[in-house]
């Protein structure tokens, strides 16, 4: 429940008057971005665009564009979508009132859009055996081919985040476009927004630089349309070593930078994030083979180390670079002095940890600066 007791309120808004380090949210939709408003967050730091494509009565579309033969299908299907994106769109900006949205564009494999292998095995089998010949069995046995051709032995190393926007531009483009399509919507309502686009994943600069200008290509295809001139920034999600060791040449291509630490835990250590916890993680930390989860305490040492270096390449070759980290990190304690530590501007966390945030990154002011402050005392 947002209700937080006039004391709790009044320690945030001391603070807030103490803290360096913004405070963002994590929301996918208008109600955890409404969530976010009130508890005080500055902006929304991560808004995943996948759920919304989870939703019952879009998942057959998105089916339909996977399954596409070819472009023109392709497009009719994302054509569909786009109104839908739209209106989410809209929902968000319009619950942050003006505060910055940054929308990641999309990130998992597309078999998380189709349904489980084994099921649809035992679907076709069955309608072999009771309806052979049957329209269903046709679609199902489609369906199968399909999930089958999209099956990765890694799929989290694999055909995902900007890799998709490469091979699959339109899917980019539609969502791009709704975003401006909203962004434009709501500035004639006279209201204000500020649409942060941001591309997953990315590796190699050259990924960003080709996904960078899809986005300006379609904002200037909806400014035109609209005869709205929209102000937006394109930046990038931090979350693969690679874009960290090269940050400088990255920068060159981005507006601000968003470390994501959950799947650099994952890139930097090699462990899954999806298996660590469940297989050795637990027994590593009772034998003190690692001092904690790095998935819920950032790891400095490493994972830490790639962090600083991002953002210190990323200035070096752009001063103006903004930089917060959106993985599970910005919503703890201890990574968050890490994060005021390593001069990062926000932090983004889920909205339940925002009054947390808020505390512990006015703590890390107080606990450095009063530590400088000793310094020079006693020189
Ligand atoms: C991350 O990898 O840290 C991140 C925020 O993105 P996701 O968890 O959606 O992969
Ligand atoms: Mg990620």
Redesign the pocket.
């Known amino acids: 429940d947002p209700e937080l007791s006039d004391e709790f309120q009044l320690l945030l808004a001391w603070a807030d008057q103490e803290r360096k380090l913004g405070v963002r949210a994590?929301a996918d939709n208008p109600e955890d971005a409404k969530k976010a408003f009130e508890f005080g967050a500055g902006g929304v730091g991560?808004c995943?665009t996948?759920h919304m494509f989870m939703d019952l009565k879009r998942i057959p579309i998105v089916q339909k564009m996977i399954l596409a033969e070819n472009y023109p299908e392709r497009m009719e299907a994302l054509e569909e979508l786009l109104p839908m994106q739209q209106s989410d769109f809209e929902g968000i900006f319009e619950a942050m009132q003006g505060f910055p949205v940054t929308i990641?564009l999309l990130?998992?494999p597309l078999h998380e859009f189709m349904p489980d292998k084994e099921e649809l095995l035992v679907d076709v089998t069955k309608l072999q055996i009771l309806d052979p010949g049957s329209a269903e069995l046709k679609k199902k046995e489609q369906l199968l081919k399909k999930v089958r051709q999209l099956d990765e032995y890694n799929p989290m190393l694999g055909h995902r985040g900007c890799r998709l926007g490469m091979i699959y531009p339109e899917i980019y483009e539609m969502q791009a476009k709704a975003i401006f399509y909203a962004a434009a919507k709501l500035a004639e309502k006279g209201m204000e927004v500020q649409p942060e686009i941001m591309i997953?994943l990315v590796g190699h600069v050259n990924e960003l630089k080709q996904m960078r200008q899809l986005v300006i290509d379609a904002a200037v295809r909806v400014q035109e349309e609209t005869g709205k001139r929209i102000e937006y920034t394109v930046g990038t999600?931090i979350?693969i070593p690679r874009a960290a060791l090269t940050a400088d040449q990255i920068a060159e291509e981005a507006d601000f930078f968003?470390?994501?630490?959950?799947?650099?835990?994952?890139t930097t250590f090699g462990y899954s994030?999806d298996d660590a916890e469940g297989k050795f993680l637990q027994a590593y930390i009772e034998n003190k083979v690692l001092p904690e989860n790095p998935f819920a305490v950032l790891d400095q040492e490493g994972v830490g180390k790639l962090v600083e270096t991002g953002v210190k390449l990323g200035r070096t070759a752009k001063p103006s670079l903004k930089t917060g980290i959106?993985?599970?990190?910005g919503g703890e304690k201890s990574s968050i002095d890490f994060c005021y530590r390593t001069g990062l501007d926000y932090v983004s966390c889920s909205p339940y940890r925002v009054p947390l945030a808020r505390l512990a990154a006015a703590q890390a002011t107080i606990r450095h600066e009063q530590k400088k402050e000793e310094v020079y005392t006693t020189a």
Not at 258 to 266: A, E, K, P, R, V
Not at 326 to 329: D, P, T
């Open positions: 994590n991560l995943r996948e990641r990130d998992p997953p999600m979350e968003s470390f994501g630490t959950n799947d650099l835990t994952q994030r959106c993985g599970e990190h």
